[in-house]
């Protein structure tokens, strides 16, 4: 039972370059998040899915896109990255019906450096 | 929009005090807040959860209230260690698919 788990752990990225960041989940959450983590500002929400094949914006979405086509993975992409993404991406997950009781779950993050 | 505050900053303790740590937010129209500790370089680890309902919790040394009509948290340690030193974050869940917005964090430091 791994959890969330969250590949790469780390990557260094060339500005213009793509990549995919992606989150598994054994856990059967309907919830998923991305969070990005950077020094001095906190975790902030990048996009969110409620269920497979929904996605929505969170607070701070540009220059990124997501796709839950499975239950158990949330994918989020960066199609040219730019020196401003670089930063520690967190997913996280939250199970159906227990919306307020349950803390989310995280993932151990992935470092994105882009040069 | 939900601003969550976190006070202070950094705090560096020795071995064995009490110590206090702060959260604020805007809005009180809150599901739940929570608290979390992260270790440099790592994830987070879920410390406490209050539910809207609820005025505290408690889990060992760690001690949590919520006021909600006044917008606030505190955590409390009691006999702080130096293996308490890591990061608290707060957060309140919000209704954006009930995420969680974060304060920026407290950087504690316990010395032996």
């Known amino acids: 039972n791994a959890g969330v788990t969250q590949t790469p752990k780390f990557r260094v990225l060339k500005t213009g370059q793509s990549m995919t960041l992606l989150c598994a989940q054994d856990?059967?959450?309907?919830?998923m998040y991305w969070y990005r983590q950077d020094p001095g500002m906190g975790l902030r929400l990048i996009h969110y899915s409620v269920g497979e094949g929904t996605t929505a914006k969170g607070e701070v979405p540009d220059g990124y896109n997501v796709s839950r086509l499975k239950k158990q993975n949330f994918l989020l992409g960066l199609e040219s990255a730019a020196p401003s993404q670089t930063s520690v991406y967190f997913c996280a997950t939250l199970p159906l019906y227990r919306e307020f009781q349950e803390t989310q779950y995280f993932g151990p993050g992935t470092r994105l450096l882009v040069l | 929009k939900q601003e969550v505050t976190q006070i202070p900053a950094a705090l560096s303790v020795p071995e064995g005090e009490n110590l206090v740590l702060n959260c604020s937010f805007t809005d009180s129209a809150i599901y739940n807040l929570q608290w979390f500790r992260q270790d440099p370089g790592k994830g987070l680890t879920s410390l406490l959860l209050?539910?809207?309902?609820?005025r505290e919790q408690t889990s060992g040394r760690l001690n949590a209230s919520l006021d909600k009509s006044s917008g606030r948290s505190t955590l409390y340690i009691a006999a702080s260690q130096p293996g308490d030193s890591a990061t608290y974050l707060c957060a309140v869940k919000t209704n954006s698919g009930y995420a969680l917005n974060f304060g920026k964090g407290t950087s504690l430091l316990v010395t032996p």
């Open positions: 209050i539910q809207s309902s609820q």
């Open positions: 856990m059967n959450h309907e919830y």
